[in-house]
Structures are given as C-alpha cells and as structure tokens.
C-alpha cells in the first residue's frame, strides 16, 4: 500500500451539509471503483427523550487533525489507499439536519464499507467534538465523548 497515493480530505464547521454538499465527482479515481457513504443526522428521540436540537462544540484545530489521522488509519485497518472524505459540523442543529458526512473511496467494495466503519466508530471515540442535546421538556444534557485530558 502507498500512502502516499491517499487523499484524505477534512472539514469541521458550522457550515451546512447538505447531500448536494460533496461533488462526488471530484473524488472519483481510476483506480477506485468504490465509495462509501454515510450521513449521520440529528435523530428526535435519544434514550427515551424527545430532542428538539443539539449542539456540537469542538475544538477545531485538534479536530481536524485527529480526523486527518482517522481517516489514514482507517484506509491502513482496510488494507488499501484511497480517499476518505470527514465533514462535521459545529453549532446548534435541529433534528433531522446532517452533522456528519463521511466518503471513502477504494478499489474494492469491502474496503470502502470497512473504513467508513472505522472512520465514524473512531470519530466518536477520540475527536474532540461534543455534544450537547436540547430536549422538548426544556432540560438539556452534554453527551458522553471525548476527554481532553484523559479522564483527569
């Protein structure tokens, strides 16, 4: 595998992502004949309570690069290269809006559906983004995610 043949592409922002947000055709190459897509959104219910909203916070120049690295470690846990597209958004979001978009392209099916999987597991467990939810009752409550300092 030549790593240097990957294309890994990042953005975190309050910018919106909207399904016609990514060209796909400005990533396709010929030597991938696959791509993987997913679409996180804003889900009205989260451990039995009506979300009306939530809101992201992150910081973003750290972000960036832990995702930079997500996205080069996922393409080596699949064994390929390739390119891997992150887009996460920050701010305050209503439900059923996209938050995060991710994109792999690969030689082959399979590798594409591994490191997608692998880039959204590993963004939830180490990029320094948090979440906040706003519930219809008016209560509010950040979500388990990532610690900056290790548990200190």
């Known amino acids: 595998m030549n790593a240097s043949l990957n294309r890994i592409e990042i953005e975190v922002s309050d910018s919106p992502i909207g ?10 190459r010929p030597d991938c004949g696959a791509c993987d897509l997913f679409f996180g ?26 995702l930079r690295r997500i996205g080069e ?13 992150i887009r996460h958004r ?11 978009l991710i994109a792999v392209f690969t030689p082959h099916r399979a590798q594409a559906f591994e490191a997608c ?12 983004i948090w979440k906040k939810e706003f519930y219809r009752d008016g209560e509010t409550e950040w979500l388990k995610g990532h610690s900056l300092c290790g548990g200190l």
């Open 19 to 28: 399904a016609d947000s990514i060209c796909l055709q400005e990533f396709i």
């Open 41 to 66: 959104t804003v889900r009205g219910r989260n451990h039995g309570k009506d979300v009306v909203a939530v809101s992201y916070d992150a910081f973003v120049p750290l972000a960036r690069a832990e």
């Open 73 to 85: 470690e996922a393409l080596g846990a699949a064994n390929t290269q390739g390119t891997v597209v």
């Open 90 to 100: 920050t701010g305050k979001l209503a439900v059923g809006e996209l938050s995060v």
């Open 117 to 128: 999987r692998f880039v959204i597991e590993e963004l939830k467990k180490r990029a320094p």
